[in-house]
Nanobody
């Protein structure tokens, strides 16, 4: 069973950048969709961005133009490059992998991103 581990979170000032990584314990080549989600206390988990096995990406309107999702199958790793960070981006960011049919789903433990001056 694949295991996902996020890293790269931390404290940054508004306007700064961070790159999150999601490392898989085995190949992610066959995982149809991988994505980043985020959650803050009192709010529901929300989708940030997804990337399909073929490279097609999708972004939440709130992060379009600022965040970039990518996956490196050779390194079994997915990334989220976050630029022009805002205080509203503060959240725990989670990595997710899923199948085409939805019968497979795996989540990482999360990494905290805090954007504050």
């Amino acid at each position: 069973q694949v295991h996902l581990v996020e890293s790269g979170g931390g404290l940054v000032q508004p306007g700064g950048s961070l790159r999150l990584s999601c490392a898989a314990s085995r190949s992610i080549f066959s995982i149809y969709v991988m994505g980043w989600y985020r959650q803050t206390p009192g709010k529901e988990r929300e989708l940030v961005a997804t990337i399909l096995s073929g490279g097609i990406t999708n972004y939440a309107d709130s992060v379009k133009g600022r965040f970039t999702i990518s996956r490196d199958n050779a390194k079994n790793t997915m990334y989220l490059q976050m630029n022009s960070l805002k205080a509203e981006d503060t959240a725990v960011y989670y990595c997710r992998g899923g199948s085409w049919s939805g019968d497979f789903e795996v989540w990482g433990q999360g990494t905290l991103v805090t954007v504050s001056s």
